[in-house]
């Protein structure tokens, strides 16, 4: 049943269904890497400049941990609403339903935010883990060791793959006690009669670039997830495997390559029957790190840089006070 209250908000929803109902055919070049693969790093540069986008297997993170983490937060999510909202509004970092950032962005999810590092920890993040079970803290903190260390392979993978003598030179970014890593858990409940409403095309998460390093996704086996390819304008469905790793790069990547990695447009729909659930870590810098292409990259391309120097605080500022779809990284380019 729709809750009066929330009808400005659905008719936000239905009132983004500009996408209009294309056919998301079911994309199978998704690039697949084993991390085991001696030639995994060629795989993975290949994938990052063909689609933006791959799923690695054999990544050494047991099932195990990542169910557990599933769990933990369906309970979370199975709390009646007043509850969960004690760990809300999400300042960004909290728990959230609908709302997405602070320009007006809905979408049929909810979710929770937290700050992954120790060091620079919100209190948002704190009290929602201090109000919660000590097995959701536990499966939180485990889960982010695992899922970190996918992120930095995955990284040293994309530094060697480039010819980059350093192959710490972005983890270390992540690795660092001030990195501003985050991990976000998104709930996309079973949409039901809102699906035929909306015209059989309700949006869970609409499409955006990930403003961070590279970005870690693991979901249950529910599809919903969509990248756009490199045309800007094909939007294609990807099988989930709730046993692999998705990564996407994101913005700063883009720009530490010069543009040759590019960030990947994503999406989410929703399902009418099946709840999807999935988490993402989100591999960033520290606030101060200075986001610019690597000199050895414009040094061996032979090019400038394509874009003004700025800090990551100071894209995460701008970031964080854009709609979800505008494209942010226009703001710092060089014209
Ligand atoms: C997209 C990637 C991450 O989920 C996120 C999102 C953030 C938020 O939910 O608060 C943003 C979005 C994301 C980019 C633009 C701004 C900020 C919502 C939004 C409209 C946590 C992030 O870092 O940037």
Known sequence: MVVLSQQATLNELFHINKYKPTNHHVFKGVPEV??????????????CI??????????????????????????????????????????PFGYGSKTIGTKGDVGWVEYLLLNTNPDVVSLKSLQLLQQNTKKFRCAVEDYIVGVKEVCCEVLELIADGLGIKQRN?????VRDEKS????????YAA???????????????GEHTDPQIISVLRSNNISGLQICLRDGSS??????????????????????TNGGLKSVKHRVMTDTNMSRLSMIYFGGPPLNEKIVPLPSILVSKE?????????????????????????????FEKK
């Open 34 to 47: 084993d991390l085991s693969d001696p030639d995994a790093k060629t795989q993975i540069v290949n994938a």
């Open 50 to 91: 063909e689609f933006g986008f791959f799923k690695v297997i054999n990544h050494h993170v047991p099932l195990d941990l990542m169910t557990n983490l599933e769990n933990e937060t369906l309970k979370f999510f199975g709390q009646p609403q007043i509850e969960k909202e004690k760990a809300g509004p999400p300042d």
């Open 169 to 173: 030179v972005f983890s270390k970014m």
């Open 180 to 187: 501003d890593s985050c991990l976000r858990v998104n709930h």
């Open 191 to 205: 949409c039901g009669e809102l699906q035929a409403l909306s015209g059989g095309n309700l949006i869970g998460f």
């Open 235 to 256: 939007w294609v469905s990807i099988p989930p495997d709730h046993t692999s790793f998705f990564i996407s790069v994101g913005d700063s990547l883009q720009v530490m």
């Open 303 to 331: 090019e400038q840089s394509l874009y003004k120097e700025f800090t990551w605080r100071e894209y995460k500022n701008a970031a964080y006070k854009s709609r979800l779809s505008y494209n942010r990284l226009s703001l």
